[in-house]
């Protein structure tokens, strides 16, 4: 006879005892263990320098980005059924698996609930595959610039896609316009680590603040978070959920495209060409954008080209365009001194659109844009 | 007694007592094979893999191909036809076939009279809720695998078997390939052996079987919809159902068990917290049918 068979009653209280469990232990799990008081205190100067001649480490690891910038859905991106690619990182929550050795080494995978999207960097050579369209792109650096032909490769990666690189983003900004603090310590991944807090000094920018998490033993960013105006939540979070500094299996970083996919080889003359086609293509030939502001509150403003509107207006385009000219017709009208367009309102920046072909955009809100519109 | 007298009471006991569970067990097993329900039931989780692999060998192929789930990449390898298969029977057809189960494990004998003479048995209440509980799992256990088996069967027969593309591009030998499905398979097993703790506790609360299949049904269909929902992306990971579908992560290369180990712990959450719910209800519950 067990206690549970002379009392019943008490039986209940197993199950009880179970949930409390598994609750305290869900807490324990997302509040981390609390900041460990041993760290030695460090300015937010010797921050900054451990950050920026931290030695690459090898390393890999779980990484989540989260996006809410406030832009209207797109049509034809997003929902369940797309195949995961850089352009899934402009909204909602995405895992990405990183590994890294060194910075001529490294590989980012994109979980989609059932497909992939990799980007692995070998010494000069660079694949992307979609597991989705069965893609493989194998891109060639130029051996002289390393690192511009990267950011020529990932091109497509509109958004950075490691806490690394959202890191560098926001320090390649920093100027006397940017007020630098540490809020101590934390954790993340597990592992201690420093709060950079980085503020901006002009009110009228979008960005509250970004905070960035540097380990404490390694220097390496493990969160980069955003914070808007407009909202409590980050605008953007990147950071890892685990880390592991050991090296990472050298076969990673080695892609052979599987039979049956289609394969795209993309030369560095191919690559130079086609930069070159763009810049022609683009505004920036005949069109210089302007730019109004200094600092965060910095405002970009561009002049179409004349016939690049007009071709949009007359409708006789391919699908893209009249895609592109529906997502236009379903932005909000504005109008102001300056004139009168369409307008993003989001939750880091805004783009104002004219009806003149003026595109107008910054880390600021449309009344800033439109200021900036009017004294041009 | 003293304590030597007990120690050798408790060994001479021992056989007796697992041979008997054992009996019982295969007994009950061989109650849910036998029933014609669930041999139906099983017809049908046979059926949408081999409709599924027809339906794609006969519709025309789609130009550039490709697409974001497993039933597109079907046509290059068989295997991918079982994969897709279970992504579409673990929504709903799987769950229910564990509510059908679970119905009739314990409601389902009190409904018919049988319960009181089941408790006649000399064994305990306990053994005899972990044993009904044992049989829903090789219940589930059987229903993913007879996915995953005619999924595997079909595609192979319409589409051919060979060397794996996983999801990160790397390629593995079929064999290889064979035994991630087989962890798949066990995953999802774990998943709906907790839907079955459920099903359990909603079995012992009742004595009729049909509101404890439909009450399961809206739970693992609830959590569905409540996972669809991005605005209460703090409640996913508490939904047993949210891991559900990483068990693609097998998939990839290296293995990506983050998921999937977070998937379980959840599910043994599940299974400790409702299975202990059903084990209190049980053990005190007055057996009147």
């Not at chain 1, 009392?7 to 900041?35: I, N, Q």
């Not at chain 1, 980085?198 to 540097?214: E, F, G, H, N």
């Not at chain 1, 007359?314 to 367009?341: H, I, R, V, Y």
Request: aromatic share 6%; charged share 15%; hydrophobic share 50%.
């Amino acid at each position: 006879m067990s206690i549970f068979d002379r009392r019943p009653r008490l039986r209940w209280t197993v199950p009880a005892a179970a949930g409390a469990l598994v609750v305290a232990g869900a807490l324990v799990g997302t509040v981390g263990v609390s900041a460990d008081a041993g760290l030695p205190a460090r300015t937010p100067q010797e921050l900054l320098v451990a950050l920026q001649t931290a030695e690459p480490t090898p390393l890999s690891g779980t990484v989540e980005a989260t996006t809410d910038l406030g832009l209207p859905e797109l049509p034809g991106m997003g929902g369940p059924h797309a195949a995961t690619g850089p352009t899934s990182l402009i909204s909602g929550s995405n895992t990405l698996r990183v590994w890294s050795d060194g910075p001529e080494r490294g590989r980012v995978a994109m979980i989609g609930s059932s497909d992939e999207y990799d980007i692995v960097r070998n010494g000069d050579d660079v694949w992307t595959w979609s597991s989705a369209d069965r893609a493989a792109d194998h891109y060639v650096l130029p051996a002289a610039d390393h690192a511009a032909g990267l950011d020529e490769a990932a091109a497509g990666m509109t958004l950075p896609s490691t806490p690394q690189e959202a890191a560098d983003l926001v320090l390649a900004s920093l100027d006397e316009s940017t007020d630098v603090a540490t809020s101590g310590v934390g954790s993340v991944a597990g592992r201690p680590v420093y709060e950079l807090i980085l503020t901006p000094r002009q009110a009228d920018t979008r960005v509250a603040r970004v905070a960035i998490a540097v380990d404490a033993e390694t220097s390496v960013p493990l969160r980069v978070q955003v914070f808007s105006t407009q909202m409590a939540d980050p605008a953007v979070e990147i950071g890892f959920t685990s880390v592991d500094f050991s090296q990472p299996d050298a076969a990673l970083f080695e892609f052979a495209p599987p039979p049956g996919a289609t394969v795209t080889e993309h030369s560095s003359a191919d690559m130079a060409k086609d930069s070159a086609a763009a810049e022609g293509s683009g505004p920036g030939a005949d069109a210089k954008p302007t730019v109004v502001g200094t600092g965060w509150s910095q405002v970009v403003i561009i002049a179409l080209p004349a016939d690049a509107m007009a071709g949009l207006a007359n409708g006789e385009q391919d699908d893209t365009a009249a895609q592109a000219m529906a997502l236009l017709q379903s932005l909000p009208e504005t109008s102001g001194p300056w004139g009168s367009g369409r307008v993003v309102d989001g939750t880091l920046g805004s783009v104002i659109l004219t009806d003149d072909g003026r595109v107008a955009i910054g880390a600021v809100g449309p009344e800033t844009l439109g200021a900036a519109l009017a004294a041009q | 007694m003293s304590a030597s007298d007990q120690a050798a009471r408790v060994t001479l006991d021992r056989p007796s007592v697992v041979g008997a569970s054992f009996r019982l067990l295969r007994s009950e097993l061989r109650l849910i094979v036998g029933r014609r329900r669930n041999q139906a039931g099983l017809l049908v989780l046979a059926a949408v893999p081999i409709l599924v692999a027809v339906a794609i060998k006969f519709s025309a192929p789609r130009d550039g191909g490709g697409g974001a789930s497993f039933l597109a990449q079907a046509a290059s390898n068989g295997i991918f036809v079982a994969l897709g298969a279970l992504t579409i029977e673990i929504a709903l057809f799987l769950p229910l076939a564990v509510a059908v189960l679970s119905g009739d494990a314990i409601a389902g004998e009190a409904n018919l009279g049988t319960l009181r003479y089941l408790l006649t048995v000399p064994v305990h209440r306990t053994r005899l809720l972990v044993i009904k509980y044992a049989s829903l799992v090789v219940g589930a256990l059987i229903g993913v695998t007879v996915v995953a088996a005619t999924g595997l069967v079909i595609g192979g027969l319409l589409f051919g078997l060979g060397p794996v593309t996983l999801l990160s591009g790397d390629q593995i030998p079929l064999v290889n390939g064979l035994a991630r499905l087989g962890l798949a398979v066990l995953y999802l097993t774990a998943g709906l052996a907790a839907l079955a703790a459920i099903g359990l506790l909603v079995s012992v609360l009742t004595e009729q079987p049909i509101a404890a299949m439909i009450a399961v049904t809206i739970v693992s269909t609830a959590m569905w919809i409540l996972d669809s929902i991005p605005q209460l992306s703090w409640l996913h990971p508490w939904l047993l159902v949210h891991y559900w579908p990483a068990f693609a992560d097998v998939f990839r290369e290296p293995m990506f068990l983050e998921q999937i180990g977070r998937g379980l712990l959840v599910a043994l959450a599940y299974v400790v917290v409702f299975g202990g719910l059903a084990w209190a209800r049980f053990g005190q519950k007055d057996v009147t049918s």
